[in-house]
């Protein structure tokens, strides 16, 4: 398991440093973009440039990995004063359900939006891997996306992935001219009433 966790760590920080280079790139039109410029936090008040947060969560994953490759070599980890094997029969089968279930989010980002995609994933994990109830697997599919719709491509104007035109046309683009239209106070409403919904599910599943 030590010679395991040691491999997985290594992988993740070559990864890691992968993602921060490409956090740092500009589009390919702008000639005279200086690589690293949108990792910051723009002086025109516009808020984090579009690879500030890639960057420093690649960062923190970096520095992570690090961490427990140290450890790993110092012994000082469970891991890594285990002899036993690194996945069972078990291991290997959430495994290939759980990376299944990332290959088809990957595919589905192109063809019907990161939030879809990012609802049929969530939906997928808790009813099928979590064995959480039907309603608040459908409930919390819903709202998270919804969550992270609102605070991405509307308080943030960080557009993501919107699938296939016809998808983007029919419903994110009256969605954004919708909500952009509102005030904060109506957003942040937004946020505590779903919110609300999703405690209420969450509290009757446990009954």
């Not at 094997?85 to 990957?106: C, E, H, Q, T």
């Not at 308080?155 to 983007?168: D, F, N």
């Not at 046309?169 to 005030?183: C, E, L, T």
Request: one cysteine or more.
């Amino acid at each position: 398991m030590r010679r395991a966790e040691i491999i997985t760590a290594f992988l993740l920080a070559l990864f890691s440093a992968y993602l921060m280079w490409k956090s740092g790139e500009g589009p390919e039109w702008d000639t005279e973009y200086v690589h690293w410029a949108n990792t910051g936090i723009n002086i025109d008040g516009s808020g984090p440039g579009k690879g500030f947060w890639p960057f420093y969560l690649a960062l923190g994953m970096f520095i992570s990995c690090i961490w427990i490759i140290i450890n790993a070599f110092r012994r000082l980890s469970p891991p890594s004063q285990s002899e036993e094997p690194f996945m069972d029969g078990y291991a290997k089968k959430m495994l290939l359900f759980v990376g299944g279930g990332l290959i088809g989010f990957l595919i589905l980002i192109d063809l019907i939006s990161m939030y879809a995609a990012i609802a049929v994933f969530m939906f997928y994990y808790m009813m099928f891997l979590g064995r959480h109830p039907l309603k608040l697997s459908i409930v919390t599919s819903l709202v998270v996306p919804f969550w992270l719709y609102l605070f991405f491509d509307i308080v943030m104007t960080k557009v993501q992935p919107k699938g296939l035109r016809w998808i983007e046309d029919a419903i994110y683009n009256p969605a954004g001219a919708f909500f952009r239209d509102q005030s904060l106070l109506t957003i942040v409403l937004c946020f505590a009433v779903t919110g609300a919904v999703l405690a209420i599910t969450a509290r009757a599943s446990r009954h």
